[in-house]
């Protein structure tokens, strides 16, 4: 792992509130034992139904970064949906707000989640669709993304954002240091010694 | 003074780990066959085992046939991941609840077993790989869904990394009016607080409706608390969680019950708990409820018009602003799930269908959430009610909830159904339409064909 400062790319700017991980990710595609491939399934039946949808825009393939509207990623669990968009190449997602769940499982798989304002959103958003090849830049150290000449002001939690800064994003390693810890905490809990 | 959750937070809390989260040891972890497989991958790529397998306990739901279960299934990715999942269980000496021949007889929806079999108690710590997992705070656990890097930490490690949660209480009063479930509650209770009221808070529920509640009823409630943005729901223990508890498979015995029942009530929210919010309910105000749109919030009581600015569900849905949902043609009734698959919505719906028979263009479905309630179900006779009505008695799973099986909505038909998610798309059908209700509106849509306010149907049969 490395840690992660900053992502850069252009970017691809998707409307609408509530983009459950159904529709990020249909359940027909999460009927296998890897993740491999499902960047092919992307927001599939939206794109289908619609075929100016941002994902099938030529002039966004190839994005890095993701600006979305009010919680996005709500719904099932499924990592499949943060799984797809990575592979996919999306490496980092603005938006309003973001479902719990969404957000922690695209964290621990390095993909950093901002939130900013409503009105700002909308700039970033409105200036992506105007000049799709701007490069974005998002700063994780000081929240800051900018495309072009518009600057907005972003906001990590400052424990996931210091994660991401210091490398420590993916929290396995952690969680098995100093296992001691673990097993006293354990064997302090009633239920675990069976009363 | 402290709340239920943050008692329990305080016990679980290892430490505070460098990324400023707590490490929270999981007392509970399920598993289940469609997020777990690459986190088995992960682990065996890293070389780390299981460090509590005898805490872990796997089953297999969303993929399953509900017309027959027998193995190997016809569908050869499902029986890919089963036998996936039976491989990683034996490997690692986890107990794994599997459908088919030689199985345990246990299997079932993953948050339908756990309370079923005595695994779910108070005061623990539950983490599953899925977002339903808040229905086991109907017990007084605090309990929530994860993804699969989180399900690889916990088999790793038995512990996650998480952030703390503010607390809401939502106290519900007043008795419900016949034709008035806990489903209706809890959809009421989403459209009021919308579905991300709650990112950022576990859900207390309580008041006099909630302590009336049985436990079944307290799991629809807390079942559907993710809908509304809540990663964790639960109501307090009470006499009637121990009396639900006693004597399950899994559930302390003898001396220890007892000692188990004084350390389940000390953790009760204390009576004069801080809350971060409060929020509440008159329960005698609350309509068998619908929802017309595109997201569980999206929903009116019976008798009320659809009132909305948003455009592409109702349009998605067929339906204009000012229209009222009764009335609605329906297609397909499902009755089942994590929130309405429990042997009394089953009775429930049984009771109301008894003697009346299905539209003829509808097709029903009955699936019980597991194996242990289909059982009990047909012990009662309800299977000969339901078939002898016209609905289909099927095998335990999650079925059209999600409709990984062959049960599927075809093209733009419209479902009446008693899971927990309208999302587009969610019952198999790109186009499929999903109004959620109470199991026994969905009974009710089933014999009128088309979606109908259940009290009509009810004073049909006092009168
Ligand atoms: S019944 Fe539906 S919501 Fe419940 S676990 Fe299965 S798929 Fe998920």
Redesign the pocket.
Known sequence: MAPITVVTGRALPLRGNELDTDRIMP?RFLKAVTFDGLEKHVFEDDRKDNPSHPFNNAAYQGASLLVVNENFGCG?SREHAPQGLLRWGIKAIVGESFSEIFRGNSSVLGVPCFTAAKADIEKLQAHIEQHPDVVVTADLSTGRITAGDVTVQGALPAGVRDAFLTDKWNPTAMLLADYDDVKATAARLPYVAGF | MPTLFEKVWNAHAVRTLPSGQTQLFVGLHLV?EVTSPQAFDMLRQHGWTVAYPQRTFATV??IVPTSSQKRPFIDLTAEEMTTALERNCRQYGIQLFAPGDDATGQQG????IGPELGLTQPGMTIACG???TS?HGALGAIAFGIGTSQVRDVLASQTLAMDPLKVRRIEVNGTLKPGVYAKDVILTIIRRLGVNGGVGYAYEYGGSTIDNMSIDERMTIC?MSIEGGARVGYVNPDEKTFAFLKGRKYAPQGDAWDRAVAWWKSLASDPDATYDDHVVINAEEIEPTVTWGINPSQSVGVSEPISTKDQEALTYMGFTDGQKVAGTKIDVAFI????N?RLSDLEEAARFVKGRHVAPHVKALVVP?SQEVRRQAEAKGLDKIFTAAGFEWRGA???M??A?NPDKLVGNQISASS???NFKGRQGSPTGRTMLMSPVMVAAAAIAGEVTDVRLMLEEVTA
């Open positions: 359940a099932s | 289940h739901d969303h929806i993953v948050h339908v899925d977002s339903h229905t079942n089942g799930s994590c929130t698959g959430g799973g999650c079925s909830c999600l990984m899971s927990n998610r």
